[in-house]
């Protein structure tokens, strides 16, 4: 049972998100803007925090996580990064998903979902926490 | 490309040009100990010896500036022309003087000088090149016929000093002369006019492929809005296929995985035909050193369980002395990868596959050999094709995307390789690929 905030312009994503979620008994947030993420970061401390890459706006979501990543108070909150890799950075983002300083997430899982991969990746993390 | 056609084209008339210097030292030899004429034969041989020596500095000189590439090359490459034209017909000239001067009949291998010159230079150079050959022809005759030059006479051949013959001579320098320019008003006509066809193809040629850019271009547009799509609907799909608001009676279930399934295939495909139109698009890929034997070693680790489950045999045959090959590692993976899983899915069970990989000096050879289905023969030249299927794959698997070989010359060609396959239906594939170092 954790307070998980999930930042996503998709809302049917975001539904199927909450469903798989809320099956663990999780409490699920939400923001569908960059914006709107990071006044709820800070406004409601969650544990976890599920960010869409959102590519309209190219590498918007890897700037959210920067600026999470970089405030003293929400840099602790570990965040899983949604992403349909191989289709949209292209085959590079694997092999430079080790390098910490490139890419400030804990972890990633493709879209779309697989409710299991996603449920363990999201107990691995809050665990580390 | 037109760079490469002017160096083309130059090295052409240096080949030519060792043909002529040994046509001429053979036809001297001729003359000289069958047909026993007597003429001055130090300076017959030393001419075309000269002609091989400026022939010689000449090819060393083009592959220096071939190989720097420089910017100014075209004009240097127009200069060198025009020179090494000049230098043949004052060569050529000197030749027939020593031999009979205008009672020569070789003088109209002028001909032939003047065709090259249409090829290879400008109109106006060309009748300045003829201009330079009648001053010359000129030159000799007339200091000839006023015995300001001595003249060897072609003794036994023609006439005594039929040279000192007025008519002939002005009659035979009228037909020489203007069988020259003739010459070069025609072969320059033809010239042009296959100068222009090349032009307007290269231009279509370009068109074509700004036409497909603009196909690709909208492809990946298409195909990333259904994608965004797709993958939503399957997000949405999986959590209620998995029970997670509540257990779903047998038909409901039965529907959703169906629909689920389909879901599957429909991102698959979207996936491949993303991946082979993003690498069509892109202008060029990331090349670093890499092992190909670790990346076929992680391939075979791959596709194992897939080929034991049926109960195939794999086989790996990797020359150690490969050491590592520059390319785009992942996509090399995954190409390999993708013959393999292949491989696997059209071979029956207890089948056998067989993965070499050979160092061939400057590139690799790597060989996949299995014993499955095969391709029928008259589908072996389609089966590149993007979304082509051979008859007896879609029987074992009714919806591949028909993406995957194409993918793969795709990226064996973008590393300036070649893929190709042998094959025997009912017998099994030989995919090839054959993969430059560096």
Not at chain 1, 38 to 54: A, F, S
Not at chain 2, 349 to 372: N, P
Request: glycine share 6%; net charge neutral; charged share 25%.
């Amino acid at each position: 049972m954790a307070r998980i905030l999930i930042i996503d312009d998709d809302p049917d994503v975001v539904e199927a998100m909450r469903v798989i979620l809320e099956s663990k008994n999780h409490k699920v947030i939400s923001a569908k803007s960059g914006t709107e993420g990071l006044k709820k970061v800070k406004l409601e401390k969650p544990e976890l925090i599920l960010l869409d890459v959102m590519m309209e706006t190219m590498d918007k979501g890897f700037d959210v996580a920067r600026e999470i990543k970089n405030d003293e108070d929400t840099k602790n909150i570990p965040i899983l990064m949604l992403t349909a890799i191989k289709d949209k950075i292209g085959l590079d983002f694997r092999k430079e998903a080790g390098d910490e300083t490139w890419l400030p997430v804990n972890d990633y899982v493709e879209k779309p979902l697989k409710p299991q991969e996603l449920l363990e990746k999201v107990e691995r993390l809050l665990k580390i926490k | 490309m037109k760079y490469e056609g002017l160096l083309e084209r130059i090295n052409w008339l240096i080949r030519l040009r060792w043909i002529a210097v040994t046509g001429v030292i053979i036809t001297v030899l001729v003359v000289q100990k069958i047909a026993r004429l007597s003429l001055p034969f130090f300076p017959l041989y030393l001419i075309p010896a000269l002609i091989g020596l400026y022939n010689f500095l000449f090819f060393l000189y083009v592959r220096h500036i071939g190989k720097k590439q420089a910017p100014d090359f075209e004009t240097k490459a127009n200069i060198i022309a025009n020179f090494q034209i000049a230098l043949d017909l004052f060569s050529l000239t000197a030749l027939i003087h020593f031999s009979g001067g205008i009672e020569n009949p070789f003088i109209f291998y002028f001909i032939f000088h003047m065709i090259i010159a249409s090829i290879l230079l400008s109109r106006k150079e060309s009748f300045l090149q003829a201009t330079f050959a009648t001053c010359l022809f000129i030159l000799m005759v007339g200091l000839e016929y006023f015995n300001i030059l001595g003249h060897y006479c072609l003794k036994g051949f023609v006439v005594n000093d039929l040279y000192i013959n007025k008519i002939y001579m002005l009659g035979t320098s009228f037909v020489f002369i203007t069988t020259l320019y003739l010459a070069v008003y025609m072969a320059s006509s033809i010239s042009i006019r296959l100068k222009d066809r090349e032009k307007s193809l290269r231009e279509a040629n370009l068109l074509l492929e700004e036409k497909d850019r603009i196909k690709s271009e909208y492809v990946l547009r298409v195909t990333h809005d259904i994608k965004e799509h797709i993958s939503a609907i399957q997000s949405c799909i999986e959590p209620v296929a998995e029970g997670m608001l509540g257990e779903l009676n047998p038909r409901q279930k039965d529907l959703i995985h169906r629909a689920g399934k389909r879901t599957n295939k429909l991102i698959f495909f979207i996936k491949a035909l993303l991946d082979i139109t993003r690498i069509k698009l892109s202008k060029d890929i990331d090349m670093k050193e890499f092992s190909i034997v670790r990346t076929i070693e992680n391939t075979i680790a791959l596709i194992e369980p897939r080929a034991k489950a049926k109960g195939i045999f794999v086989d790996c045959r990797i020359e150690s002395t490969i050491g590592l090959i520059k390319g785009a590692q992942v996509y090399i993976e995954e190409t390999i990868a993708n013959l393999l899983i292949n491989s696997v899915k059209y071979t029956p069970a207890s089948g056998k596959i067989e993965i070499a990989a050979m160092d061939r000096g400057d590139s690799v050879l790597i060989r996949i050999t299995d014993t499955g289905i095969g391709i029928p023969r008259d589908e072996i030249m389609n089966i590149f094709d993007e979304f082509y299927r051979a008859r007896n794959a879609k029987e074992i698997e009714k919806d591949g995307s028909g993406l995957g070989l194409s993918m793969a010359k795709q990226v064996v060609e973008r590393h300036h390789g070649r893929i190709w396959v042998d094959s025997e239906e009912g017998k099994g594939s030989v995919f090839s690929i054959m993969l430059p170092k560096k």
